[in-house]
Nanobody, 124 residues
Framework: QVQLVESGGGLVQAGGSLRLSCAAS????????VAWFRQPPGKEREFVAA????????EYADSVKGRFTISSDAAAGTTYLQMNSLRPEDTAVYYC?????????????????WGQGTQVTVSS
């Protein structure tokens, strides 16, 4: 089993920045890719960004490209999401997810493990 714990959410003004962290524990070597998803109020969960534990492969949703950066520290078992130039439409619960296999996929159904989520609220 793999446990994921998110932190770093909060309230920020539009244009501000936040950094989310996702700490993995357990059999983390059984997973190869980690992703961030978000669920805005009243909407479906959506893909934000993903990366592999090893290597520099990353993918981003078009809505965050150029503003968000995903990175990972495999030795520490931690993945980060640096969010800059935040907008009110970025308001959501942000979830960390992990999957086995090297391929990065966007559908939430591809991910085996999920954290509890952390709230990000961007005020205008």
């Amino acid at each position: 089993q793999v446990q994921l714990v998110e932190s770093g959410g909060g309230l920020v003004q539009a244009g501000g920045s936040l950094r989310l962290s996702c700490a993995a524990s357990g059999r983390i070597l059984s997973t190869n890719c980690v992703a961030w998803f978000r669920q805005p109020p009243g909407k479906e969960r959506e893909f934000v960004a993903a990366t592999a534990w090893i290597g520099d492969r990353t993918e981003y949703a078009d809505s965050v490209k150029g503003r968000f950066t995903i990175s990972s520290d495999a030795a520490a078992g931690t993945t980060y999401l640096q969010m800059n130039s935040l907008r009110p439409e970025d308001t959501a619960v942000y979830y960390c997810a992990a999957k086995m296999g090297l391929q990065i996929y966007r559908p939430a159904s591809a991910y085996n493990y999920w954290g509890q989520g952390t709230q990000v609220t961007v005020s205008s």
